[in-house]
């Protein structure tokens, strides 16, 4: 029996001889036969369901192209899938269909290969582009209640005064001067749009928004953006991209800001100009910067190459992370400058060379054995150090002598003008002078614990201590607290004995720090 397509939907019309059909008065013997070509006939078909072939005999006539007898252009329609028996098994998209007597002639856009001399059969898809049992994706919006659709074909939209974007969603607008004060489309859809020409884009404060810069733009050939519709008739302008890097930007300007453009050298001044590029680089110079000038609403970006303060200030010159001065920038520091007036700004996602933020920046030193020596000083502490812990772990002097730590300034470490006590228990407490001392120790103590030393104000560099030890071994706490105010800035700490010659023995210490 012949396969599928070979049978009549006339049923009396399938009465061939065994086994292609079920002829009249048929024997016995040759109802088996054309039975079981049934069940293979339908199971070919089953494993190729979604083609049909409708037995249609194709007539070869170019690369692209077949004739078929009669009319069929209904069955062959622009648009629906085919799949073709050549040389090879092809598949396709038909083009074009038209009938002029006798033949229909079918055009088709091969998904690769061609057609050729060999080709015996065609087979098309069961889903019809006509009248398709899928749901429609192409027309769109709230009120279809389609799916939105982001692979469409660009369609060819005329730029006019009130631009229509309708129901498709990707499209170029024409190459005309007009200016564009609305777009009309569907509520709560977003278009994309590619300029083929210059023109104005007028910012409405209310039906055209303009949401990068808040002005109106001037397009340019192979500008893009998008159009989120609010409503049918009112948007918002946004994801607006150039096609090549704009010398300038901002607002007066009318063209966007790139993250991409390269980095421009600038001077770090007490007012450090920004200008028109949005990627700078910083002069290695110790000015301190007390404001940035730019383009109000665009945000910079900053990398700096030396060291120098930037001033906190309240409205001015915001520093969000900390809301306060940064003390010393470091080569390789970054960060965004985001202008709110031409004048005023604030410094955000500051971030250290080393990838630390700048919110509680702690740094933990090397640790030193205590096993000799009389004193272990750590030198070299950062302009800016807020907190520093100094750590004791089975520390022991050789001699009748108290631990303590001493704070220093550039010229060297600071010996009197410590006060308040320690206090040792089961003891009387001990005042405070020439550093923050523990109470007492005995030869061969160890002591394990921590002194904690916090900036309390920076315009007397006056720091604070709190401690707490305990005599390893022993059940004897000291604990420790008081103040002292440098002569300058602090960048050491020492630590060392009340009588200056006891040699520490065992043991290590460390610190850490804070700016």
């Known amino acids: 029996m012949t396969n599928i397509s070979g049978w009549s939907t006339t049923a009396a019309s399938n009465n061939s001889a065994s086994p292609n059909g079920f002829p009249e008065n048929m024997p016995p013997s040759g109802v088996n036969d054309s039975a079981r070509e049934v069940m293979a006939a339908v199971r070919a078909w ?15 006539v170019s690369t692209t192209s077949f004739t078929i007898p009669t009319d069929v252009t209904g069955t062959y329609h622009v648009g629906r899938r085919m799949r073709f028996t050549d040389a090879t098994t092809l598949y396709g998209t038909i083009a074009t269909s038209t009938y002029g007597a006798p033949n229909t002639t079918v055009t088709v856009a091969v998904d690769s290969g061609v057609l050729s001399s060999s080709l ?22 709230v009120a279809a209640g389609n799916a939105v659709q982001v692979d469409q074909a660009l369609t060819a939209w005329t730029r006019s005064a009130t631009t229509t974007l309708g129901t498709t969603l990707n499209g170029t607008l024409s190459d005309t001067s007009t ?28 039906n055209l928004i303009v949401t990068q810069g808040g002005a109106s733009i001037q397009t340019v050939a192979g500008m893009t953006f998008d159009v989120e519709m609010i409503t049918a008739a009112t948007c918002r302008i946004k994801n607006i991209h150039t096609a090549s890097i704009p010398t300038t930007i901002g607002v007066a300007s009318g063209n966007v800001p790139l993250v991409n453009q390269s980095a421009t050298a600038t001077t770090r001044e007490a007012t450090t100009t920004l200008g028109t590029s949005l990627n700078h680089t910083l002069s290695d110079t110790s000015t301190t910067i007390t404001a940035f000038s730019g383009v109000a609403g665009v945000t910079y970006h900053v990398r700096f190459l030396g060291v120098g303060a930037i001033t906190h200030h309240a409205t001015d010159l915001i520093v969000t992370q900390t809301g306060a001065s940064i003390t010393a920038t470091e080569a390789g520091d970054t960060c965004d400058v985001e202008m709110i007036t031409a004048s005023t700004c604030r410094i955000k996602n500051y971030l250290r060379a080393s990838g630390q933020s700048l919110v509680s920046l702690m740094t933990l030193g090397t640790p030193v054995a205590s096993t000799s020596g009389t004193s272990i000083d750590y030198t070299g502490l950062p302009a800016g150090v807020k907190r520093i812990t100094v750590m004791l772990a089975g520390v022991s002097v050789n001699a009748d002598s108290a631990i303590m730590v001493q704070l220093g300034i550039s010229s060297g470490v600071e010996t009197s003008g410590y006060t308040g006590y320690s206090l040792q228990s089961f003891s009387a407490t001990q005042a405070l002078s020439a550093g923050f001392r523990m109470l007492s120790a005995a030869n061969a103590d160890t002591f394990s614990g921590k002194w904690v030393l916090d900036l309390e104000s920076s315009a007397s560099n006056t720091w604070v201590c709190t401690a707490q030890f305990s005599k390893d071994g022993a059940g004897v706490m000291d604990w420790i607290s008081g103040k002292k105010a440098l002569a300058g800035t602090l960048d050491r700490v020492r630590i060392t004995t009340v009588s200056g010659t006891a040699v520490f023995d065992a043991g290590s210490v460390n610190i850490s720090y804070e700016v």
């Open 46 to 60: 089953y494993e190729a369901a979604e083609w049909i072939n409708l037995g249609h005999i194709p007539t070869f």
């Open 179 to 206: 200016t564009v004060t609305a777009f009309n489309g569907v509520a709560g859809i977003t278009y994309h749009v590619r300029c083929l020409g210059a023109g104005e884009i007028t910012h409405h404060a209310t």
């Open 120 to 141: 015996t059969a065609v087979a098309v898809s069961i889903i019809s582009k006509v009248n398709s049992p899928l749901p429609t994706l192409f027309t769109m919006g």
